[in-house]
């Protein structure tokens, strides 16, 4: 069974613009979440969904945003790029609720 | 608030031998725990978790304890060998919650 897939793997953005990441859950899976990974910060929750819906989000500005399509595939996005959204953006999939979320490789974005 | 953090943040453990990675949280509403590896330019892989109906799950070559009364995790990785070396992550959530809320990490490197 194929993994959870991300794209881009990496991306170089400057200040001001915005981005778009891609993630493709594990076949059957649901349940897509993301997380933000920094050395200063570790790994924060962003937001999960669920059926094309958002469940849950963490406390994260506007500029962080999402959605889910009805594959499951899910795409992130941030606007007005600051220098500090530098980070490896994680994304996990779950059948629903079942706590063991498998983790894609991410994608490391750097903002100049 | 709530928050997860580890006692040491690297541990080095001569190939063979046991290592006890710690973590401890403050929420007490949590009620599962996970285990997380993270190796370089990888996402973090699920290692074990525990429910907090539990004091102790075994896996292959990994324990995890839970100690309620003191909010403390531990992960025992026996007869360590050089594929360990990696970040571990503890992670809490509440049951029907998708968020986790990641430890700082601890980095383990099995000398040779």
């Known amino acids: 069974k194929a993994g959870v897939t991300q794209t881009p793997r990496y991306l170089i953005k400057t200040r001001g613009q915005q981005v778009t990441l891609s993630c493709s859950p594990i076949s059957g899976h649901r349940s897509v979440s993301w997380y933000q990974q920094t050395p200063g910060q570790g790994l924060q929750f962003l937001f999960e969904y669920f059926s094309e819906t958002q469940r849950n989000k963490g406390n994260f500005p506007g500029r962080f945003s999402g959605r889910q399509f009805s594959n499951s595939r899910s795409e992130m996005n941030v606007s007005t790029l600051e220098l500090g959204d530098s980070a490896l953006y994680l994304c996990a999939s779950s059948w629903d609720r079942t706590y063991e979320q498998y983790f894609g490789p991410g994608t490391r974005l750097t903002v100049t | 608030g709530e928050s997860v953090g580890l006692h040491l943040p690297t541990l080095s453990v001569q190939e063979g031998d046991n290592s006890i990675i710690n973590c401890a949280y403050s929420?007490?509403?949590?009620?599962?725990f996970i285990w997380y590896k993270q190796e370089s330019g990888k996402g973090p892989q699920f290692i074990i978790d525990i429910r907090s109906n539990m004091d102790k799950r075994q896996g292959q070559r990994v324990t995890v304890l839970l100690n309620k009364t003191v909010k403390h995790l531990s992960l025992q990785i026996a007869a360590t060998q050089p594929g360990d070396s990696a970040v571990y992550f503890c992670?809490?959530?509440?049951?029907?919650?998708?968020?986790?809320?990641f430890g700082t990490g601890t980095r383990l490197t099995i000398i040779p």
């Open positions: 992670a809490e959530s509440n049951f029907g919650n998708e968020k986790l809320t």
């Open positions: 929420n007490s509403a949590s009620d599962y």
